[in-house]
């Protein structure tokens, strides 16, 4: 057990094949080493088993929040998701914002581990230390938005009071390798499959009532110090300052005219660096100002509701009325956000603002990862052109009225085509020969950063340890906002050693779990001084430091045993050298790849992207067979030992 502070001290264990629901203590030695939310999520996910089938009763969906997790700490909203994916086959942890993290700790747990498989659909509610399973029968085949308003009349909750739901939708039940889990607020656990795995356990949604109820710090002085700096720097800082911060006041969506200006955003599945390029080259009518944060604001903003313990507010919800098929629609979303924005609009094709908000709302119902929903249909676009999917069906660019229902059609597998891109992108590629169509990294599609402009970026997608990612580590802090520092988005040295440093500190911030925007004004100072005020513990910086280096470690260690090495961490062939050039501000710039991998692998002390086992000693990390690659050299072992 531990007593740490912070940790209600309080696993349940919930075998879905049986109904059985079992309480379990947290390791004292586990609290310390992996910190909590995703660094002990990931390793229960080990514990389980590297080599289970993803979609498997094996495979084990984690739910866990962390030590800071539902505190006073600025933006401690968060919930980390983990479990082995089965977009990527790699070890993967999805988080969402608002406030299911913190009323999971509230409700008196650290977290949920769901195994095994249920003979019928079932949903969990977990309230006052307890958690039982109750029939969901009725709510399969349901969206998610009218799932979540049956459930919370199901169980007398309500929500913004007392009540979370996390939940899928007909994605997550019909096994689309990208399905997330949606919460109650349209945030979602977007990345990895998460909900696909939920949906192959035949677990329709985990309820959540609590008030509120934020754990004490376990030594108040320290903490008090910790939070009036941090919050400190966040009200100072240009990024995050309340109501005036460009987060504050656009969103995440405040990049989009960022990207455009620099010529580092992905346009036409990747063949552009920005919509200028395209539009001057082709004369298509694309404009990414047409779906900027700013344009979001001053047209189509209608509120701005934030998370626990969150002075920022974010997320920006905006209402629009809309032709479909003839049909006036009147929608009202959150999650207009960058990443999901740019896969959806200038990526596929076009930048129609409207559409976008109807094309977000069907895929927070359907329940699909909005990236990589925009990014397949952006493939197939390619593919058709090409010739591609002859016999299959057909997708054009920039059609976003068929993307409107090609959300839906991918959620139901309605037909070839759809059926066909469900699989996601990696499995698109080879059945039908379609590599270079693909943006993906481990079988997870890119973000909105163009690696030809963005070169940390490209590092930072290569050896993200879930797949194509980048909030692994947020580079785009120091090239495009200056955090901690300037650095020159175009130049790669460095890069690898600034990738590594970035996803060291996030696996600390995912796992306190509080959210990544802290890093936009905090550093490892104010992280120190808030986990020790809560904990009670008295780590130094470095110590901190090297319990995220572990984090990460034991991630990529997890990948090895599945037979994942340096050959995986690559970019699509579009970035690199002899590929497409970047254009307008990135002109003729490729990616530098080999180059930042070499200078990263030294400085994680890996052996062409394997960890060897001298650094697994070196960072306590005890478990498993080892790799059987040593610093000298040597061979891995293989995924079959």
Known sequence: MTELGGFQDRVARIDLSDGEVAYESIDDEDAKQYIGARGLGVKYVFEQGPDVDPL?????????????????????????????????????????????????????????????????PVYAVVEDGEVELRDAAHLWGDGFHDTRDAIEEEVEGSYGKNLSIMGIGPAGENEVKFASIMNEDDRASGRGGTGCVMGSKNLKAVVVKSTTKMPKPADQETFK????????????????????GGLSMYGTNVLMNIGEEMDGLPTKNGKYTSTKSMREAEGADIDAERVSGENVRENILVDEPTCHSCPVACKKEVEVDVMHKGEEMNVRT??????????????????????????????????????????????????????????????????????VDMIDRMAHREDDLADLLAEGPRRVADRKEAHENSLAVKGQTIAAYDPRCLKGMGIGYATSNRGACHLRGYTPAAEILGVPEKVDPYEYEGKGELTAQFQDLHAISDSFDICKFNAFAEGIEEYVLQYNGMTGRDVT???????????????????????????????????????????????????ELEEMKEEYYDHRGWVDGVVPDEKLDELGIDLGPGTGVSSGGGAAVSSDD
Not at 90 to 111: E, I, M, N, P, Q
Not at 339 to 355: C, F, I, M, Q, V
Not at 373 to 394: D, F, R, S, Y
Request: glycine fraction near 14%; hydrophobic fraction near 30%; aromatic fraction near 8%.
């Open 56 to 120: 498997g009763p094996d495979n084990l969906l984690a739910f866990m929040n962390g030590p800071l997790s539902g505190t006073q700490v600025t933006m401690s909203g968060r919930i980390a998701i983990c479990t082995k994916s089965p977009l990527t086959g790699t070890v993967t942890d999805s988080h969402h914002g608002g406030w299911s993290g913190a009323r999971l700790k509230w409700s008196g747990f650290d977290g949920l581990l769901f195994e095994g498989e249920a003979d019928d």
């Open 334 to 403: 959150e999650s207009y956000e960058y990443e999901s924005a740019y896969a959806l609009g200038p990526n596929s094709g076009h930048t129609d603002r409207d559409k976008i908000a109807l094309m977000l709302e069907r895929c927070n119902d359907m329940g699909v990862d909005t990236i990589d929903a925009g990014n397949m249909m952006a493939m197939a676009m390619e593919m058709t052109e090409q010739g591609k999917l002859e016999g299959v069906g057909e997708l054009e660019w920039g059609d976003a009225e068929t993307m």
């Open 541 to 591: 910086e470095d110590e901190l430091l090297e319990a995220g280096e572990r984090i990460y470690n034991l991630e990529r260690y997890y990948n090895n045993l599945n037979g994942f090495d340096g050959a995986d961490d690559s970019l699509p062939e579009r970035f690199l050298e002899d590929g497409i050039p970047g254009q307008g501000a990135s002109e003729g710039e490729y990616c």
């Open 225 to 244: 110090e910790g939070h009036q700096q941090a919050m400190q720097a966040i009200t100072e800082s240009e990024v995050t300052a309340p109501n005036e």
